[in-house]
């Protein structure tokens, strides 16, 4: 293909001369066949840059940043939050080129489910075990694998040597796979990996920046610790849709309407750069906490609403500062 990084991938579209994405029918089968699709150029040189300031300016995420280890200690820093924002970070996922896309792949309304920024600085970025998003989400009370997915889009240049995302394609319709405990780290059935593997191969997903690639729920995929002098940065956004609204509330949104804006609202945004000061972040380690509440909440009481459930993600912003200091100094 004309990139020359592409040989062996299969479902790769572009933009039109007009600078729009369209989900045509070979678009959607492609999705259906291989369970993801890359969309290539989605967003300009110009546009990633203000993708790339939301990691490296925006006030409100520089405190919302974590390290995270993989099991050889290896560090990546993060940071997810869950509303999709008025700025750089949320336009981009709430543009029709992308947001309607997914809308198409998915066939319902979609909402933002979160985001995250994955850092893998040099040579210390860590690695990902085999995996399906849907392995995790499965215990967040949501039903539908199919009306969820990720956009894993490339604000660096993502190649083999700075830990490019490796996806088995079609594993999508194997179904959800058992996660276990290898080792201190969940993963997927390793032994059903193996056979998947060999059975289907395994892709190597390299993207320039400005590339998304759009995978389903249920597509494994691992990534391998960035081994180049190169950062590796990474805005994975993941979408739910309407009416697979999660059955009961947990650390991560309930159904709530995502308006569209159209392509140029990021650049636009760009000419005066105000960061969106609404964005909640989280930090797992609170998560988990805040996660057993919710659950022993709602086996007691009706499902709360969706603006008590604000109410507690407000809770959990007023003491981040505090757990932090606790946690670093
Ligand atoms: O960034 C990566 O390489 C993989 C991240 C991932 O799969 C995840 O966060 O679920
Ligand atoms: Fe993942």
Avoid at 254 to 277: C, F, H, I, R
């Amino acid at each position: 293909m004309e990139t020359g990084i592409d040989s062996d991938l299969d479902s790769v579209f572009k933009l039109s001369g007009d600078g729009r994405f369209t989900v045509t029918p070979e678009v959607l089968d492609s999705y259906k066949k291989y369970g993801y699709i890359i969309i290539r150029g989605l967003l300009t040189a110009e546009e990633s840059s203000l993708v790339e300031e939301g990691w490296n300016v925006d006030p409100y995420l520089q405190p919302g940043k974590y390290p995270q280890a993989d099991d050889k200690g290896d560090l990546m820093e993060l940071a997810v939050w869950d509303d999709a924002s008025n700025d750089a970070t949320g336009l981009v996922g709430r543009s029709e080129n992308l947001a309607g896309a997914v809308e198409k792949l998915l066939g319902d309304e979609v909402y933002h489910y979160h985001s995250k920024f994955l850092c893998k600085p040099p040579q210390t970025g860590g690695s990902f075990i085999w995996h399906q998003d849907y392995g995790y989400w499965y215990h967040n009370s949501l039903h539908f694998p199919d009306d969820m997915c990720t956009a894993f889009l490339a604000v660096d240049d993502i190649r083999q040597d700075n830990g490019c995302l490796k996806i088995i394609p079609g594993s999508h319709k194997c179904g959800r796979i058992e996660h276990l405990k290898y080792d201190d780290q969940i993963q997927a059935d390793l032994e059903r990996v193996e056979y998947y593997k060999e059975k289907l191969g395994v892709q190597e997903v390299v993207l320039n920046k400005g590339d998304v690639l759009i995978f389903h729920s249920n597509i494994l995929h691992r990534s391998d610790k960035n081994d180049s002098d190169r950062r590796r940065l990474v805005l994975a956004i993941a979408y739910n849709t309407k009416r697979n609204n999660p059955t009961k509330p947990h650390h991560h949104p309930q159904y709530k309407e995502m308006p569209k804006v159209t392509n140029d609202a990021l650049l636009e945004w760009g000419k005066n750069k105000l960061w969106d000061s609404t964005k909640v972040f989280y930090d797992p380690r609170i998560s988990k906490k805040h996660m057993d509440n919710i659950k022993r909440e709602a086996s007691q009481v009706a499902l709360p609403t969706a603006q008590s459930f604000q109410c507690v993600g407000e809770c959990i912003v007023a003491i981040y500062p505090l757990y932090r200091l606790q946690f670093y100094l």
